[in-house]
């Protein structure tokens, strides 16, 4: 079992950056292909971004790309979404996954564990 912390949300204004952090316990992060997902007030869970299991490989939702940047840190257990020039579109409640495909995956039954989630706000 892995289980996943999300820490780092908040209320930030548009244009504004946040980092969020996703950190495991339980197993070593490092063999999971790992993603963030956000889900905002009546809508569907959407992917964001994920990255490969050692980091060399990342894809992004066209929302996002050139925006946000994910990395992770296997030594710390931890994976990273820095979120820059902020709108008031991206507020939703940010989730972060784990899934043991070898491959980078964005379809959210292809994850199998998650996170709590934590919430970002962006004011306009």
């Known amino acids: 079992q892995v289980q996943l912390v999300e820490s780092g949300g908040g209320l930030v204004q548009a244009g504004g950056s946040l980092r969020l952090s996703c950190a495991a316990s339980?197993?070593?992060?490092?063999?999971?292909?790992m993603g963030w997902f956000r889900q905002a007030p009546g809508k569907e869970r959407e992917f964001v971004v994920a990255?490969?299991?050692?980091?060399?490989?990342?894809t992004y939702s066209d929302s996002v790309k050139g925006r946000f940047a994910i990395s992770r840190d296997n030594a710390k257990n931890t994976v990273y979404l820095q979120m820059n020039s902020l709108k008031a579109e991206d507020t939703a409640v940010y989730y972060c996954a784990a899934s043991t495909a070898i491959t980078l995956v964005t379809g959210s039954p292809r994850y199998n564990y998650w996170g709590q989630g934590t919430q970002v706000t962006v004011s306009s």
């Open positions: 339980g197993r070593t992060l490092s063999r999971y292909t």
């Open positions: 990255i490969s299991a050692y980091g060399s490989n990342t």
